[in-house]
């Protein structure tokens, strides 16, 4: 579990990119940060591997607050995805993967295979491994993110827009993917977007925060779209919540969706013959 309590983070320049944060990140689960650009996302995922100090408040992982670690131990635990992959260019697809393996001084021939059993894990094909990240498409490449930061099969995952780069046909296909992989790995993720139904339909909880790094709700997608729990919540989520919640509850049950839509009534429309004829049958 990750758990920030009352963190702040001021810049030197003033600015306030997150304000008094308490949160409880569940182990094993997709939390995601959701929220308009500038409210503060980025700077709270990258608190928890300290590329960034809060100015006060405390973070802990598993109990144990992070500044007692070293920060290339508390790595080592946290992979870190981020948008456009950040792949190294010169650097084979299979090498790049085993990034990290290689920096540990593991066997060099077990990094290998390891890497690309990765490979399989996330959905490339294998024969990719020797090209170079500008010759693999940008889902490919997104890809080649995740594989790399699973490599050091880390407990925990920071993901930051991991999929924005991509187009939306890709973009769900790495979805689907992603959620079939965690379904078997229960990793403790943390997940950023800017897109509420990428929210929906990959968290077990989400934040919604509000520029000026103000949590304005905390979470199931469940409860988000039934009862957000303020105007700014409400305009997040835009005027098709109730579409948006219709399908995130026909993806958990479909059966159940379909007694709920037979518990709506039919909208008041005259059948032939009138009103009078219609109300007589009731
Ligand atoms: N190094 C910095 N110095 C000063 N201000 C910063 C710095 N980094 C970020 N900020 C500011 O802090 C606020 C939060 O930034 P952050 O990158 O965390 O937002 P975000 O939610 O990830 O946004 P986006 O969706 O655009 O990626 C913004 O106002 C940003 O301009
Ligand atoms: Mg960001």
């Not at 965690?182 to 990793?187: C, D, G, H, N």
Request: aromatic share 4%; hydrophobic share 40%.
């Amino acid at each position: 579990m990750i758990t920030f309590t009352g963190v702040t983070k001021r810049y030197p320049d003033g600015t306030v990119a997150v304000h008094d944060l308490d949160l409880e990140i569940a182990a094993g689960r997709i939390t995601v940060l959701v929220g308009p650009s500038g409210c503060g996302k980025t700077t709270t995922l990258r608190m928890v591997n300290r590329m960034i100090d809060p100015t006060s408040g405390t973070i802990t992982v598993d109990g144990r607050d992070i500044r007692e670690v070293d920060p290339p131990r508390l790595r080592r635990g946290i992979g870190y995805v981020i948008q456009q992959a950040g792949l190294f260019p010169h650097r084979t697809i299979i090498d790049n993967i085993a990034t990290v393996p290689y920096l540990l001084h593991q066997d060099k021939k077990q990094a290998r295979t390891r890497a690309l059993e990765l490979m399989e894990r996330v959905g490339l094909d294998t024969a990719l491994a020797k090209r170079y990240p500008a010759q693999l498409s940008g889902g490919q490449q997104q890809r080649v993110g995740v594989a790399r930061a699973l490599a050091a099969d880390p407990p925990v995952m920071l993901m930051d827009e991991p999929f924005s780069a991509v187009d939306p046909i890709v973009r769900g296909q790495l979805q689907d993917e992603f959620l079939r992989l965690q379904s078997e790995l229960e990793k403790t993720i943390v997940f950023v977007t800017h897109d509420i139904d990428e929210a929906v339909k990959l968290g077990h909880r989400i934040a919604v925060f509000q520029v000026g790094g103000v949590l304005a709700q905390y979470a199931t997608p469940d409860e988000l779209l039934a009862n957000p729990a303020n105007d700014f919540v409400r305009d997040f989520l835009g005027g098709d919540r109730g579409i948006r919640r219709l399908r995130f509850v026909q993806e958990l049950d479909a059966e159940a969706a379909a007694e709920r839509r037979a518990a709506v009534p039919e909208p008041a429309e005259p059948p032939p013959g009138g009103e009078a004829a219609a109300a007589g049958e009731r």
